[in-house]
């Protein structure tokens, strides 16, 4: 008996079939290799041009500038963890406006949405910080919670709404009211669909903490910057990209993994177990039977 090949689902995508994993692997193989050239050829470029030696990275040994990479690193995940939590609440609260059944709070909760969506990022970030007076890090927090609140109340509005119709007629039809409609019935079931984006937006909000630097908050970026500024040897950047780069990469690709370590936790129910079926006997008679 031949085993079958099977796939374990993922939040982030579809399972495919055999032709698609076919073509999958075929893609695989020629972007493997098409990668595998661009490598080489920017390997061959930082060979060429002295970017190995050791003289351009003897500094990243100091302590000072190791010190000051740990504390824009830690800078950087502060203003991440304080404007993802800001995000979530911001996009759970519009999302609720827009699904209210009342029409002014749909419309304000509407307009509010369609407008920070609309708006640039760093130019929030720099109305809070330069029109408002606050403090860097306040005004970078507000300009990603504002923005990534946003996209994520539309995420949360369009998940809900795929839910299939029956379930919510069904919950109403069992006397359940709106909001409890709303937590133990559509929002269960609408995490999954709407794990992926979510994912996705906070790997965005991650990355433009980096805008930070632009308003001299000292974030990773701003550390490497600070950095580079100070060495002596011609294209002092490059080294620093390379240490900084493999660092942000390595933390989007633990959002991703965190992603579908909740995927398998969601899929991880216990095995329904077969109850005891008691044995018919006969009745008694009804009344008046004989």
Not at 123 to 139: D, G, R, S
Not at 177 to 182: E, P
Request: net charge positive.
């Amino acid at each position: 008996m031949t085993a079958k090949y099977e796939q374990e689902p993922s939040a982030l995508y579809d399972v495919p079939g055999p032709k698609a994993r076919r073509r999958h692997r075929i893609f695989s193989v020629l972007a493997t290799l098409a990668i595998a050239v661009i490598l080489g050829w920017i390997v061959y470029l930082l060979f060429d041009t002295d970017q190995f030696t050791t003289a351009k990275w003897r500094p990243f040994a100091y302590t000072g500038i190791q010190e000051l990479l740990l504390r824009g690193l830690g800078n950087t995940l502060k203003a991440f963890a304080y404007a993802s939590v800001l995000s979530l609440v911001l996009g759970g609260v519009l999302a609720v406006g827009r699904l209210s059944d009342h029409r002014p709070v749909r419309w304000v909760a509407t307009v509010i949405v369609e407008f920070f969506r609309a708006m640039p990022v760093l130019v929030m970030i720099f109305f809070v910080f330069v029109a408002l007076q606050v403090q860097a890090l306040p005004a970078l927090v507000t300009g990603l919670t504002l923005y990534n609140g946003s996209v994520l109340a539309e995420v949360f509005r369009s998940g809900v709404n795929s839910v299939d119709k029956g379930q919510r007629e069904a919950a109403y039809a069992l006397g359940m009211r709106k909001t409890q409609v709303m937590v133990h019935v559509l929002a269960p079931q609408a995490l999954r669909a709407m794990l992926p984006a979510i994912i996705s937006q906070l790997v965005v909000a991650l990355k433009d903490t980096s805008l930070g630097y632009l308003i001299t908050y000292e974030e990773f970026l701003h550390a490497g910057k600070l950095i580079a500024s100070n060495l002596d040897y011609d294209l002092p950047f490059i080294p620093v990209v390379m240490v900084i780069s493999p660092i942000y990469i390595g933390m989007c690709m633990l959002l991703s993994w965190f992603a579908q370590w909740v995927s398998r936790r969601q899929r991880r129910n216990p095995k329904a177990k077969a109850a005891a079926v008691t044995r018919a006997e006969p009745g008694g008679l009804l009344p008046g039977e004989r």
